[in-house]
């Protein structure tokens, strides 16, 4: 009879969490593998546009160049018009060349010929300041450039 | 004297020294993106007697401040371009017997398109307004044009993909003779040359 007695309580069982740091450093191994840490800061807007006809960038000899609106926080400062990020600060068009050539010297010497442009624009950017910007590329002979995309494409969405 | 044994580390608060690195990796970083539309620039120098291109030859897209789009004179929603840059590239319109008769092609052969893929040239042109957005949406389905023409060509004549191929080479995960794949990816690429050129945009809100 004495079998079908409840214990005591009724109290459910404490889960064991003994595996819980297992898991949580499998999910921190993960996030460090796959990412970098973010090397300039961000002044623009930066949603790129979808594609996905794409090829892989070859980091050891790229120089970013960003381009959009600056974001939120900023706008009070810069307006809302396009403006081009090159390394932390802003650039014009008139000092993109300055600032190319600076970024160029970081690199390393035996790929300063090989170096490749990436432009991050964001997707609501107007396309003259990208030509502007690609005018300049031509004057440094810098001409390899690739448009950084998100995947994706336009045409299904 | 009897061996004490050793009172256990208490490890319970491991879990949250875990999840305190881990919120800091999450803050901290970003999954960079790598990925995009390569492109060479045409240099900055007077070219002398520009090479006359006929009007057939030439594909026109046009793009305006509303991103709406304009190919060969007609208004086009964005997904049909790649099937009107296909036929466009694809035509081989050179007559039979001539030396710019394109014997890969397997369009429809109309003398008012372009004469072979070599010959044909995509054009376009952008308002100073048009959005981002808009015109790498364009240039995407033009590059889409050609990988489809150069996987098909590749397909056929050694049996792989070309853009699959090219892919895992880029990632450096080919198997197999990567100096002979190359000259492959190069013979296809002869066959269908990417020619897109891009017009100086028109001044704002025109």
């Known amino acids: 009879m004495s079998k079908f007695t409840k214990k005591k309580g009724g109290e459910l069982p404490a889960v064991n969490t003994a595996s819980l740091p297992d898991i949580v450093f499998m999910l921190l191994f993960f996030f460090m593998v796959v990412t970098v840490l973010r090397d300039n800061d961000l002044l623009v807007k930066n949603t790129l546009p979808k594609a996905d006809q794409v090829e892989k960038l070859k980091k050891d000899r790229s120089v970013y160049i960003f381009a959009g609106k600056p974001s939120a926080r900023y706008q009070d400062k810069y307006g809302k018009e396009g403006k081009i990020q090159i390394g932390d600060k802003f650039t014009d068009v008139s000092n993109l060349k300055f600032a190319l050539t600076e970024a160029r010297q970081k690199l390393l010497p035996e790929l300063q010929d090989k170096v490749m442009v990436a432009l991050k624009v964001d997707e609501e950017t107007n396309t003259g300041l990208v030509t502007d910007i690609k005018q300049e590329l031509r004057d440094l002979n810098m001409l390899k450039l690739i448009y950084i995309t998100s995947p994706g494409n336009e045409v299904d969405n | ?206």
């Open chain 2, 1 to 206: 004297m009897a061996r004490r044994a050793t009172p256990e580390v208490n490890a319970g608060s491991m879990a949250d020294i875990a999840f305190l690195l881990l919120i800091f990796f999450l803050v901290t970083t970003t999954i960079e993106k790598d990925k995009g539309i390569a492109r060479q620039l045409p240099p900055n120098e007077e070219i002398e007697d520009p090479p006359i291109i006929r009007q057939r030859n030439l594909f026109i897209v046009n793009v305006n401040k509303n991103d709406q789009l304009l190919v060969e004179e007609e208004l086009m929603e964005l997904r049909d371009l790649r099937q009107s840059a296909i036929d466009f590239l694809d035509n081989g319109g050179a007559a039979a017997g001539t030396p710019e008769y394109c014997n890969y092609c397997k369009g429809k052969r109309d003398p008012e398109s372009s004469d072979n893929p070599d010959k044909a040239v995509i054009s376009v042109q952008n308002d100073r307004l048009t959005s981002y957005k808009m015109y790498i949406a364009v240039q995407n389905e033009l590059v889409a044009a050609y990988n489809y023409l150069r996987d098909r060509e590749s397909q056929r004549l050694y049996g792989f993909k070309f853009t699959e191929v090219k892919k895992a080479m880029d990632e450096g995960n080919y198997q197999g003779n990567e100096e002979a794949a190359q000259e492959k990816l190069e013979s296809i690429q002869k066959l269908f040359p990417l020619k897109l050129s891009e017009a100086e945009p028109k001044s704002k809100g025109s």
